[in-house]
């Protein structure tokens, strides 16, 4: 049978299937709280469950029409705002469409390590103790740690942190982007072979966007969207209480510090993080 599962209450948002809940959600982004006419300022959330629509959930599993969707932003276009913003979630719902198109175009192909291009990739690895570090939120890279965490722990995770550790995984480790895909398919919430598999083509650069080497500082990206490190607070409790300057650097830390801090579990990085700071 099925174990009973426990909702973590760290969780972006306590997900429950079916059309009516669906509706809800839809009903309490658009007309309740009006959150849509802030999408483009908050999609780069962390933490909270209104920094982004969340629908994906319900559109994977058929819960919700992509098309009811639109025609709702439609109406809350003409009925209250319309602007970047709403513009902006438009845009995802083509970008949903864009890899249907590119799983219909290219079928198995997208599954390929080549992926849509047919490109080698030979010095992407099986790498599986690199894969399993990367897989467990061991990498002492603590913005990778706590994104990897929280999918384990909830079957969520950021479009920006999804971004930050394919990126990890296939630029920094040089592991088989094929070995993450399937990973995050087992484990999303919002699991969708063209969405997931065509956004690792795009990371590893063999899909279908000219621009190959698309590679995330992760560094840069912590501080930029998780700049005081309550998110990476909340899913690696060892760093809590390690300052603000440093909450994204533990390999600064001096080993007394390490110790005044608690923070002698948490790994050391598995690659050099000053790289990023040059």
């Known amino acids: 049978g ?11 948002l306590e997900f429950h299937g079916g059309e009516t809940e669906a509706l809800r959600r839809l009903r309490h982004y658009f007309w309740e709280k009006d959150l849509v006419s802030t999408y483009k300022e908050t999609r780069n959330g962390l933490l909270g469950s209104d920094y982004s629509s969340k629908f994906s959930p319900w559109l994977s599993q058929g819960c919700l029409s992509p098309k009811l969707v639109y025609h709702e932003l439609k109406r809350y276009e003409r009925e209250r705002v319309s602007n970047e913003s709403t513009y902006w979630l438009f845009f995802e719902l083509l970008w949903r469409d864009f890899f249907r198109l590119m799983g219909k175009k290219y079928e198995n192909r997208i599954f390929m390590k080549g992926g849509t291009q ?24 603590p913005f990778i740690d706590a994104n990897m965490r929280e999918l384990n722990a909830t079957g969520w995770m950021s479009n920006r942190g999804r971004q930050n550790v394919a990126s990890f995984l296939v630029k920094d480790l040089k592991v088989n982007w094929q070995m993450g895909a399937e990973y995050f398919e087992s484990l999303l919430l919002d699991y969708d072979p063209c969405s997931n598999w ?24 912590a501080k930029n969207y998780d700049p005081k490190g309550d998110f990476v607070r ?42 990023w700071a040059t």
Do not use: M
């Open 2 to 12: 099925i174990d009973d599962f426990t909702q973590d209450e760290r969780a972006a």
């Open 118 to 141: 047919g490109k080698p990739l030979r010095h992407l690895k099986n790498n599986t103790d690199l894969f399993s570090i990367w897989a467990e939120g061991r990498t002492g890279v």
């Open 198 to 221: 065509g956004n690792w083509n795009y990371v590893a650069g063999v899909g279908s966007d000219p621009r190959e080497d698309r590679y995330f500082n992760i560094l840069t990206q």
């Open 234 to 275: 909340t899913w690696c409790p060892e760093l809590a209480d390690v300052p603000v300057e440093k909450i994204h650097r533990p390999d600064l830390l001096s080993e007394q510090e390490r110790k005044e801090y608690g923070v002698n579990g948490y790994p050391k990085a598995v690659v050099r993080i000053e790289k």
